[in-house]
């Protein structure tokens, strides 16, 4: 079967950094997404990787490695506004993604 | 910027009735999906569309589930005969195509409601 895993809470300071890990087994894999969804509203891109390593992109950074199957999404200054929900999703052999049920991030002054 | 809309935001419906949830995506995407989330789970997909046809589909999208692409610009869904636990946030999505990077832009989605 297809399955992803990431906790499905966290709490973090404003101003601190939080890493959100991400685990998969699918079936086959053209890449990872992180998406964020502040309650109510629709999943909004955050990154994409596909080969190992770090992309950054601001505030944000996502790592994965595919030997092992993992992938991180790093937040760094964070804000009371990043306080959503984050979801990892792989993109599988037929192109289909895949979503974990996603990490809420608690965020407090 | 170009984004991907849906109507209605909110449908409320009754037990058996048959509802169409409607989106227009991005003008020069290729490839169209819809997604549901029921309250509090993870997001599920639906289906897959390209070239007026389902390119994929999921265990969710039975019979009762169909989609359509009636003209140029809309994209539609249809459930036939609505039950309780149809009862979720819908999402569609369109992206350029498939490959390496395959960004889906998110509709705002429909929650419908079946009573």
């Known amino acids: 079967g297809q399955n992803i895993d990431q906790p499905t809470e966290m709490t973090a300071t404003e101003g601190a950094i939080v890493q959100i890990n991400c685990t998969y087994q699918t079936s086959g894999f053209n890449g990872l997404f992180w998406y964020q969804q502040h309650a109510g509203e629709a999943p909004t891109f955050l990154s994409y990787n596909v080969l190992d390593g770090l992309e950054e992109k601001g505030r944000f950074s996502s790592f994965l490695s595919r030997s092992k199957g993992y992938s991180y999404l790093l937040l760094k200054e964070l804000q009371m506004k990043d306080s959503a929900s984050y979801l990892c999703?792989?993109?599988?052999?037929?192109?289909?993604?895949?979503w974990g049920a996603g990490t809420k991030l608690i965020i407090k002054p | 910027e170009p984004e991907v809309t849906q109507t209605p935001s909110h449908q409320v419906t009754q037990m058996g009735q048959e509802v169409i949830l409607r989106c227009v995506p991005i003008s020069n995407h290729l490839y169209f999906y819809w997604y549901r989330q029921i309250l509090g789970q993870k997001v599920e997909f639906l289906v897959s569309?390209?070239?007026?046809?389902?390119?994929?589909k999921s265990e969710i999208f039975d019979d009762q589930f169909s989609v359509e692409r009636p003209d140029g610009s809309n994209f539609t869904l249809k459930i036939r005969s609505t039950k309780l636990e149809d009862s979720a946030m819908y999402f569609c999505?369109?992206?350029?195509?498939?490959?390496?990077?395959?960004?889906?832009?998110f509709g705002p989605g429909t929650r419908l409601t079946v009573l």
């Open positions: 999505a369109s992206s350029t195509g498939t490959g390496d990077y395959n960004e889906q832009f």
């Open positions: 999703a792989v993109t599988d052999s037929n192109y289909q993604l895949i």
């Open positions: 569309f390209y070239n007026n046809e389902i390119s994929e």
